[in-house]
Antibody, heavy 116, light 110 residues
């Protein structure tokens, strides 16, 4: 059974960079697509982007200038980097397997708060 | 404002059948398959319906999905109190070249 676990700082200062890592167990990161999705407090789900097994990426257009998703197959991890954060980036961040037909496995989510 | 439109709320009594709609356009639902996600309070979303109407292993057959044109629907029959939560539709948008989610529907079991 594939399991995903997000890790990273829970507090980031405005204008700084948010960095999160998702560790995958029970499955090969060299297969499938791997995605990041966020949920602002009390709001709905918002797709951020995915990386494919071949390293191709896709990003939400409104975040494209600030987002980078990368993968480290040797560590079975993929990462999210979001620059120049503001309070609007405060959210629970989920990593998930998928991004082609669906998102079939999700991490438990990690709350990232942007505040000074 | 979400690209996919869902009613913000839905409700039913135990045992009842409830339907949640998801309306899009020719560039998203009209061209691609729809998946549905269940998010119970305080938990991560879970894939409920894949490829318009396919239930992943372990999802009860009380849940069913359908798609027609630029709209999709999720039906829950034999409603249980444990079904209370938020439900989201999602699909790929060919014009935006990104995944889009509905705004979510909060299901209340009365």
């Amino acid at each position: 059974q594939v399991q995903l676990q997000e890790s990273g700082p829970g507090l980031v200062k405005p204008s700084e960079t948010l960095s999160l890592t998702c560790t995958v167990s029970g499955g090969s990161i060299s297969a499938s697509y791997w995605s990041w999705i966020r949920q602002p407090p009390g709001k709905g789900l918002e797709y951020i982007g995915f990386i494919t097994h071949s390293g191709r990426t896709n990003y939400r257009p409104s975040l494209k200038s600030r987002v980078t998703i990368s993968a480290d197959t040797s560590e079975s991890q993929f990462s999210l980097r979001l620059t120049s954060v503001t309070a609007a980036d405060t959210a629970v961040y989920y990593c998930a397997r998928g991004g082609y037909h669906n998102f079939d496995h999700w991490g438990q989510g990690t709350l990232v708060t942007v505040s000074s | 404002q979400s690209v996919l439109t869902q009613p913000p709320s839905a409700s039913g009594t135990p045992g009842q059948r409830v339907t949640i709609s998801c309306s899009g356009s020719s560039s998203n639902i009209g061209s691609n398959t729809v998946s549905w996600y269940q998010q119970l309070p305080g938990t991560a979303p879970k894939l409920l319906i894949d490829s318009n109407n396919q239930r992943p292993s372990g999802v009860p057959d009380r849940f069913s999905g359908s798609k027609s044109g630029t709209s999709a629907s999720l039906a829950l029959s034999g409603l249980l109190s444990e079904d209370e939560g938020d439900y989201y539709c999602a699909t790929w948008d060919d014009s935006l070249k990104t995944w889009v989610f509905g705004g979510g529907t909060k299901l209340t079991v009365l």
